[in-house]
């Protein structure tokens, strides 16, 4: 029994693995495959349906380029936020994290809101998800990734008050590196759709 | 020495029970699921064998009303739904959440709860898509579902609806399941275990898994786009809007073929694993056989549009998918000639399983000839929509699939259970449930070449299909025998079958270096690994003398510490509960109700948050590396 | 054909080799130890690999090139007969736009002439199936497909829906006619006749109809039927009646088959029908137009069965009419 106490039982050793990638972030990573197939789907459907719409309005009369850059630059911000939020939890700096943190809560929560009122002022103008093929498959793509966003400021609210808690320290940060992950992910997934969908047709 | 579990008390605490039913609701023991999804999908598989001996007997003569054509709609659709869905893709994630971690000596899966997820959200979404039946009829668009017929103007009732709402529930838990299983076999192979030792059945899963990943999400879009023109006025597919329903049929392909491989890479697997135990030789080309799988997955995601050669895709698009679909029969056919090899001489023993493996050989190959035909565009054109591609799609996965895994339950239930089943019944069913499937379903050959389309309720007598509809129909009572019969090899063995032993095959695998069946932590002890088939290199050392082993037989052996330490994951509700909340939510957006809904929603969080804090759980083991011996045993926190 | 038999070589050859390892290494007995641990070649893994290579390339080249022969788009051409061809549930329309002829379930083209069909569907998806003359299209609404069949000889040839449309989807049959160039011009003449309004005032008068023939003809619009079916001259000339989402009647007596061909049209089949149109195809879109208790149902029904299989015969003594060119 001696060998066994001598072992330890407030540490276990950590247990061996196969590779060098934690378990939770290559199970992030291969759900971020999946979710890149998914968002694909969605906007392969706008692409194949792109110009075929019987009835306006059309994307050209409701887009409004730089109030969308602007929305996408404060998204693009906030994924720097999280660089430092990651960075400061790494090196035991934890109200930093908690700071930066909140940062990218912040940008994330300003960023839906640019979502919010854009999807208003395009049903005043009459873009409903039953008006045409612009409608529906707009609404469906643009709406999931700002679910996506919504569920990652939830994710991360959810981050900080657990910090305060129960004890945090960068031995904890493999789970804010996969929060961060997706937070990337879903920035670049805005970026794609912000090229493809609004972008392109102005060029 | 126990020590009680030092997690939350009371009802959000993890549970501890080991026995009753709510323990097999709160487990999240790899072998315990394995055994749920066995189960579960040996339920459904009766259900789609009742379905399809309905479709059977309504055909069995021609200008029948046994059944309505509307009946017979739904019969058809529930059928491929049960057996794609609910039957044959979970047995394959069933064996691999039983066999996998045994097979590359880990002692469960990475994420234990999110694998009880899985199994319960297949299970509840495929009760969900059952009662459809009893609430204004099951689905009857085929279980291809094209869209315009999914509109709600050409199809009011429910049953789209219980289509489109369960299989996307559904999906959900494939997926998760796939990922636990990628991270799984990436981070929890013993020390000695590199990738290309792992058993076959591991890398095929390991593929299988990537497929899922990349195939289920279009599904899911298409499935949602649905949802949303059906529930809330979306116009994805109205035609009126200009709606393409060729779009589905893409989404749907590409999800849809390489389900096809997700469904039958797991049953290569399987091949690979009794071909050579009962030839004592190893598997003939294992490289090869990775490799091949490896390409067939990615070539899976290039044929999609062979599913479409009718629809007026234009020469280019046609001539394209045609060649890739030549090219998928390649690797496909090394495999078979790579099978044929490994039995070549060895000593071969014509077990219940093996015979399995055989039929499996020869209707499956008997299946690819036949694809490699349809794979020719121009006589696609001619056979697509027909009985002919009907008796094609069977004999590859009615007879690849499923006889694959009847014959992996002879050679496995022995180590789940401990009891061997009866070699004698087994015989008696294998002889009624083979050739009367070929009774089925080589007449559709024909069927389809004279003229027979599918999907309908019944056909004009004297047109030359009479006499083949009516074969086939007694084909389904010969297998339907052979059906009870297994049941009958299923129930005897488990009840009163001989003990097993822990290696009642002289097999080859780590699975058999265990007790039958294996504790709850898998493995006394993880033997060592020093080669491929790495049970059977213990067995025969002199193997690793003859240049076979290529690692580093000293340095491997080095880890010497005395005492080994592990943990076992702890039992929750919350994946249950989870998957509860979810399958409510499904039926509150089918009946649009959003109180239901909402409710729902929130459940969902606060069952999730409850799931990321409820608290380790679980027990720490110390063993004796030497003996096996628990030295101790102690709450998680 | 060349495909298949290489696919029986190929398993005789795969099958020879399965068969005789299973009798010549079955376990016996004296078999000592294990067997000799093989794992493989490279030598036999590369030629089992090129064999099926050269197989696939030497299918694929036939391959691309029937592909492109069908398929490739095309204009039609004046010697081409075309065809637009309307799917509905659960019946085929049929309409020659250069001839003017609009017709159902019933499609004729002379055999010395390529037939070339557009498709369309008005509803969900249908597919245009004939086994004996060709390969099928599939009929996808608001998409424009195309098909081209020819045939060797003259002769009936039967269709199929191959698409599952619901509800009576077993019962959307079809047929085409290869017929001689001398038969199918009276055939079309027919159709002139009846639905081209300048043509239709310059017919021959139609010859003296019998008592149950007129009877069904007044029936036909006292029952509601010209509220959804067209018989081109039953108003006044080039007025239809009707609408286009139900079979066009025009020249029925003329028709092989009655119900997207699920019967012969005889007086009794078609009576039948009349009579039940559920019973014989369920879930169509035809009413049931008598009831059951009716005391005038047998004799209405016979009339206007007479009627419409009087149309398009221009002798209703002999049966002779303008389509057979003399025989019925």
Same mark, same amino acid.
């Given at each position: 029994?001696?060998?066994?106490?001598?072992?330890?039982?407030?540490?276990?050793?950590?247990?061996?693995?196969?590779?060098?990638?934690?378990?939770?972030?290559?199970?992030?990573?291969?759900?971020?495959?999946?979710?890149?197939?998914?968002?694909?789907?969605?906007?392969?459907?706008?692409?194949?349906?792109?110009?075929?719409?019987?009835?306006?309005?059309?994307?050209?009369?409701?887009?409004?380029?730089?109030?969308?850059?602007?929305?996408?630059?404060?998204?693009?911000?906030?994924?720097?936020?999280?660089?430092?939020?990651?960075?400061?939890?790494?090196?035991?700096?934890?109200?930093?994290?908690?700071?930066?943190?909140?940062?990218?809560?912040?940008?994330?929560?300003?960023?839906?809101?640019?979502?919010?009122?854009?999807?208003?002022?395009?049903?005043?103008?009459?873009?409903?998800?039953?008006?045409?093929?612009?409608?529906?498959?707009?609404?469906?793509?643009?709406?999931?990734?700002?679910?996506?966003?919504?569920?990652?400021?939830?994710?991360?609210?959810?981050?900080?008050?657990?910090?305060?808690?129960?004890?945090?320290?960068?031995?904890?940060?493999?789970?804010?590196?996969?929060?961060?992950?997706?937070?990337?992910?879903?920035?670049?997934?805005?970026?794609?759709?912000?090229?493809?969908?609004?972008?392109?047709?102005?060029? | 020495?126990?020590?009680?579990?030092?997690?939350?008390?009371?009802?959000?605490?993890?549970?501890?029970?080991?026995?009753?039913?709510?323990?097999?609701?709160?487990?999240?023991?790899?072998?315990?699921?394995?055994?749920?999804?066995?189960?579960?999908?040996?339920?459904?598989?009766?259900?789609?064998?009742?379905?399809?001996?309905?479709?059977?007997?309504?055909?069995?003569?021609?200008?029948?009303?046994?059944?309505?054509?509307?009946?017979?709609?739904?019969?058809?659709?529930?059928?491929?739904?049960?057996?794609?869905?609910?039957?044959?893709?979970?047995?394959?994630?069933?064996?691999?959440?039983?066999?996998?971690?045994?097979?590359?000596?880990?002692?469960?899966?990475?994420?234990?709860?999110?694998?009880?997820?899985?199994?319960?959200?297949?299970?509840?979404?495929?009760?969900?898509?059952?009662?459809?039946?009893?609430?204004?009829?099951?689905?009857?668009?085929?279980?291809?579902?094209?869209?315009?017929?999914?509109?709600?103007?050409?199809?009011?009732?429910?049953?789209?609806?219980?289509?489109?709402?369960?299989?996307?529930?559904?999906?959900?838990?494939?997926?998760?399941?796939?990922?636990?299983?990628?991270?799984?076999?990436?981070?929890?192979?013993?020390?000695?275990?590199?990738?290309?030792?792992?058993?076959?059945?591991?890398?095929?899963?390991?593929?299988?898994?990537?497929?899922?990943?990349?195939?289920?999400?279009?599904?899911?879009?298409?499935?949602?786009?649905?949802?949303?023109?059906?529930?809330?006025?979306?116009?994805?597919?109205?035609?009126?809007?200009?709606?393409?329903?060729?779009?589905?049929?893409?989404?749907?392909?590409?999800?849809?073929?390489?389900?096809?491989?997700?469904?039958?890479?797991?049953?290569?697997?399987?091949?690979?694993?009794?071909?050579?135990?009962?030839?004592?030789?190893?598997?003939?080309?294992?490289?090869?056989?990775?490799?091949?799988?490896?390409?067939?997955?990615?070539?899976?995601?290039?044929?999609?549009?062979?599913?479409?050669?009718?629809?007026?895709?234009?020469?280019?698009?046609?001539?394209?998918?045609?060649?890739?679909?030549?090219?998928?029969?390649?690797?496909?056919?090394?495999?078979?000639?790579?099978?044929?090899?490994?039995?070549?001489?060895?000593?071969?023993?014509?077990?219940?399983?093996?015979?399995?493996?055989?039929?499996?050989?020869?209707?499956?190959?008997?299946?690819?000839?036949?694809?490699?035909?349809?794979?020719?565009?121009?006589?696609?054109?001619?056979?697509?929509?027909?009985?002919?591609?009907?008796?094609?799609?069977?004999?590859?996965?009615?007879?690849?699939?499923?006889?694959?895994?009847?014959?992996?339950?002879?050679?496995?239930?022995?180590?789940?259970?401990?009891?061997?089943?009866?070699?004698?019944?087994?015989?008696?069913?294998?002889?009624?449930?083979?050739?009367?499937?070929?009774?089925?379903?080589?007449?559709?050959?024909?069927?389809?070449?004279?003229?027979?389309?599918?999907?309908?309720?019944?056909?004009?007598?004297?047109?030359?299909?009479?006499?083949?509809?009516?074969?086939?129909?007694?084909?389904?009572?010969?297998?339907?025998?052979?059906?009870?019969?297994?049941?009958?090899?299923?129930?005897?063995?488990?009840?009163?079958?001989?003990?097993?032993?822990?290696?009642?095959?002289?097999?080859?695998?780590?699975?058999?270096?265990?007790?039958?069946?294996?504790?709850?932590?898998?493995?006394?002890?993880?033997?060592?690994?020093?080669?491929?088939?790495?049970?059977?290199?213990?067995?025969?050392?002199?193997?690793?003398?003859?240049?076979?082993?290529?690692?580093?037989?000293?340095?491997?052996?080095?880890?010497?510490?005395?005492?080994?330490?592990?943990?076992?994951?702890?039992?929750?509700?919350?994946?249950?509960?989870?998957?509860?909340?979810?399958?409510?939510?499904?039926?509150?957006?089918?009946?649009?109700?959003?109180?239901?809904?909402?409710?729902?929603?929130?459940?969902?969080?606060?069952?999730?948050?409850?799931?990321?804090?409820?608290?380790?759980?679980?027990?720490?083991?110390?063993?004796?590396?030497?003996?096996?011996?628990?030295?101790?045993?102690?709450?998680?926190? | 054909?060349?495909?298949?038999?290489?696919?029986?070589?190929?398993?005789?050859?795969?099958?020879?080799?399965?068969?005789?390892?299973?009798?010549?290494?079955?376990?016996?007995?004296?078999?000592?130890?294990?067997?000799?641990?093989?794992?493989?070649?490279?030598?036999?893994?590369?030629?089992?690999?090129?064999?099926?290579?050269?197989?696939?390339?030497?299918?694929?080249?036939?391959?691309?090139?029937?592909?492109?022969?069908?398929?490739?788009?095309?204009?039609?051409?004046?010697?081409?007969?075309?065809?637009?061809?309307?799917?509905?549930?659960?019946?085929?329309?049929?309409?020659?736009?250069?001839?003017?002829?609009?017709?159902?379930?019933?499609?004729?083209?002379?055999?010395?002439?390529?037939?070339?069909?557009?498709?369309?569907?008005?509803?969900?998806?249908?597919?245009?199936?004939?086994?004996?003359?060709?390969?099928?299209?599939?009929?996808?609404?608001?998409?424009?497909?195309?098909?081209?069949?020819?045939?060797?000889?003259?002769?009936?040839?039967?269709?199929?829906?191959?698409?599952?449309?619901?509800?009576?989807?077993?019962?959307?049959?079809?047929?085409?006619?290869?017929?001689?160039?001398?038969?199918?011009?009276?055939?079309?003449?027919?159709?002139?006749?009846?639905?081209?309004?300048?043509?239709?005032?310059?017919?021959?008068?139609?010859?003296?109809?019998?008592?149950?023939?007129?009877?069904?003809?007044?029936?036909?619009?006292?029952?509601?039927?010209?509220?959804?079916?067209?018989?081109?001259?039953?108003?006044?000339?080039?007025?239809?009646?009707?609408?286009?989402?139900?079979?066009?009647?025009?020249?029925?007596?003329?028709?092989? %088959?009655?119900? @997207? !061909?699920?019967?012969? /049209?005889?007086? $009794?089949?078609? &009576? *039948?029908?009349?009579?039940?149109?559920?019973?014989?195809?369920?879930?169509?879109?035809?009413? %049931?137009?008598? @009831? !059951?208790?009716?005391? /005038?149902?047998? $004799?209405?029904? &016979? *009339?206007?069965?007479?009627?419409?299989?009087?149309?398009?015969?221009?002798?209703?003594?002999?049966?002779?009419?303008? !389509?057979?060119?003399?025989?019925?």
């Amino acid at each position: 029994m001696s060998q066994a106490t001598a072992l330890g039982h407030a540490e276990h050793k950590p247990p061996y693995r196969s590779s060098k990638l934690p378990d939770v972030k290559l199970l992030m990573w291969v759900f971020l495959a999946s979710d890149c197939m998914m968002f694909g789907a969605m906007i392969g459907t706008y692409l194949v349906y792109k110009g075929r719409s019987l009835v306006g309005p059309y994307p050209l009369d409701l887009f409004d380029i730089p109030l969308t850059t602007v929305s996408t630059f404060v998204l693009l911000m906030s994924s720097f936020l999280m660089v430092l939020a990651l960075d400061a939890l790494r090196k035991d700096k934890i109200s930093q994290f908690r700071l930066w943190t909140t940062g990218v809560i912040v940008f994330g929560t300003i960023f839906l809101g640019f979502q919010v009122f854009e999807f208003s002022h395009f049903m005043e103008l009459g873009l409903y998800q039953k008006t045409n093929l612009f409608g529906s498959s707009f609404y469906m793509l643009t709406g999931t990734h700002g679910i996506h966003v919504a569920v990652g400021v939830l994710w991360l609210i959810a981050l900080v008050v657990a910090s305060y808690i129960r004890p945090t320290a960068s031995k904890d940060a493999v789970y804010l590196d996969i929060a961060a992950l997706y937070w990337h992910f879903v920035d670049i997934v805005w970026i794609v759709i912000f090229t493809v969908v609004y972008l392109v047709d102005f060029v | 020495m126990a020590s009680a579990s030092a997690s939350a008390p009371g009802l959000l605490g993890r549970p501890t029970g080991t026995r009753g039913i709510s323990s097999w609701i709160t487990t999240v023991d790899h072998k315990r699921l394995g055994i749920l999804y066995l189960v579960t999908s040996f339920i459904f598989l009766l259900a789609g064998s009742i379905e399809a001996g309905l479709i059977r007997a309504q055909l069995a003569l021609p200008e029948q009303q046994l059944v309505s054509p509307d009946f017979f709609n739904q019969l058809f659709t529930m059928h491929g739904l049960t057996m794609v869905f609910l039957a044959i893709m979970p047995m394959g994630i069933g064996l691999a959440n039983y066999f996998v971690p045994l097979g590359i000596g880990a002692r469960d899966l990475a994420f234990p709860r999110l694998n009880s997820f899985g199994y319960w959200i297949y299970a509840l979404s495929g009760i969900m898509i059952y009662t459809s039946i009893f609430l204004g009829g099951a689905p009857d668009v085929g279980w291809v579902a094209y869209a315009p017929l999914t509109s709600l103007s050409a199809n009011p009732g429910n049953g789209v609806d219980f289509y489109m709402i369960g299989l996307a529930i559904n999906g959900i838990g494939t997926l998760v399941t796939a990922m636990n299983l990628i991270v799984t076999i990436v981070n929890f192979r013993a020390p000695g275990m590199t990738y290309m030792r792992m058993p076959l059945f591991a890398w095929m899963m390991f593929i299988t898994s990537f497929l899922i990943i990349f195939a289920f999400p279009p599904l899911t879009i298409a499935l949602v786009q649905i949802v949303f023109d059906r529930s809330f006025n979306f116009v994805f597919y109205v035609t009126q809007a200009g709606g393409m329903p060729i779009l589905w049929q893409h989404l749907f392909w590409i999800f849809g073929h390489p389900e096809v491989y997700i469904i039958i890479l797991p049953a290569f697997g399987v091949i690979s694993e009794i071909i050579p135990t009962f030839s004592r030789k190893p598997l003939f080309g294992y490289p090869i056989m990775v490799l091949s799988g490896i390409f067939i997955g990615f070539m899976g995601f290039a044929v999609w549009s062979h599913h479409m050669f009718t629809t007026g895709l234009g020469p280019v698009a046609n001539a394209v998918f045609s060649i890739t679909s030549f090219i998928i029969g390649i690797p496909t056919g090394i495999k078979v000639f790579n099978w044929i090899a490994t039995l070549w001489g060895g000593h071969i023993r014509f077990t219940v399983s093996l015979m399995y493996a055989i039929a499996f050989l020869v209707t499956f190959v008997l299946g690819g000839i036949t694809g490699i035909m349809v794979a020719v565009a121009p006589f696609d054109q001619q056979v697509h929509d027909t009985y002919f591609v009907v008796a094609h799609f069977h004999y590859v996965m009615g007879g690849g699939a499923l006889l694959t895994f009847l014959g992996a339950a002879h050679y496995w239930i022995p180590k789940m259970s401990g009891r061997m089943l009866s070699e004698r019944l087994g015989k008696w069913a294998f002889w009624f449930l083979v050739p009367g499937f070929h009774i089925i379903f080589f007449p559709q050959h024909l069927m389809g070449l004279v003229g027979m389309p599918r999907r309908i309720q019944t056909y004009e007598a004297n047109i030359g299909l009479d006499f083949f509809n009516l074969a086939s129909s007694i084909g389904a009572g010969v297998m339907g025998i052979g059906l009870v019969l297994f049941l009958i090899t299923l129930v005897q063995g488990l009840l009163r079958g001989k003990p097993a032993g822990d290696d009642p095959w002289d097999g080859r695998t780590l699975e058999w270096a265990t007790t039958s069946p294996p504790p709850a932590y898998g493995f006394h002890v993880v033997p060592k690994i020093l080669d491929r088939d790495p049970l059977w290199v213990l067995k025969h050392p002199e193997m690793l003398e003859g240049g076979h082993y290529q690692g580093d037989l000293a340095a491997e052996a080095a880890d010497d510490e005395e005492f080994e330490s592990f943990h076992m994951p702890g039992a929750s509700w919350m994946p249950f509960m989870t998957a509860l909340s979810i399958v409510m939510g499904g039926y509150g957006v089918l009946y649009q109700n959003w109180f239901l809904a909402l409710l729902a929603l929130a459940l969902l969080i606060f069952f999730v948050f409850a799931w990321a804090f409820e608290g380790l759980g679980g027990e720490h083991y110390t063993v004796r590396k030497a003996t096996g011996e628990i030295v101790s045993v102690e709450g998680g926190h | 054909m060349f495909t298949f038999w290489l696919s029986v070589v190929v398993l005789v050859l795969v099958g020879a080799a399965l068969i005789y390892a299973l009798v010549r290494f079955r376990s016996r007995p004296s078999d000592k130890g294990i067997p000799k641990q093989v794992h493989g070649s490279v030598l036999i893994e590369a030629i089992w690999t090129t064999l099926p290579v050269i197989i696939i390339i030497m299918i694929a080249i036939p391959t691309v090139r029937a592909i492109f022969e069908t398929e490739s788009r095309f204009e039609p051409t004046e010697d081409d007969i075309v065809v637009n061809v309307m799917g509905h549930q659960w019946w085929w329309s049929f309409e020659y736009p250069d001839l003017g002829i609009v017709t159902a379930n019933e499609l004729r083209f002379p055999v010395d002439r390529r037939l070339v069909l557009n498709v369309d569907s008005a509803d969900v998806l249908h597919s245009f199936w004939v086994p004996r003359l060709g390969g099928k299209i599939d009929l996808i609404p608001g998409q424009d497909n195309r098909l081209w069949l020819n045939s060797n000889e003259v002769g009936e040839f039967y269709g199929h829906c191959a698409e599952l449309c619901l509800g009576a989807h077993a019962y959307m049959r079809f047929r085409v006619f290869a017929d001689t160039p001398e038969d199918f011009d009276a055939w079309a003449e027919a159709f002139q006749q009846a639905q081209v309004p300048e043509l239709a005032a310059q017919a021959p008068a139609a010859p003296a109809q019998s008592e149950l023939v007129q009877q069904g003809e007044a029936l036909f619009a006292q029952k509601g039927c010209i509220a959804c079916h067209n018989v081109s001259g039953y108003l006044t000339e080039g007025v239809r009646t009707g609408t286009p989402n139900y079979p066009d009647l025009t020249n029925f007596g003329l028709r092989e %088959t009655v119900a @997207a !061909a699920v019967m012969a /049209n005889t007086p $009794e089949n078609l &009576a *039948a029908w009349l009579s039940d149109p559920q019973a014989i195809k369920p879930g169509n879109y035809m009413p %049931t137009l008598w @009831a !059951a208790d009716d005391p /005038n149902r047998e $004799e209405e029904i &016979a *009339a206007v069965a007479a009627y419409l299989l009087s149309l398009g015969v221009t002798d209703p003594e002999s049966g002779e009419d303008l !389509a057979m060119g003399g025989a019925n």
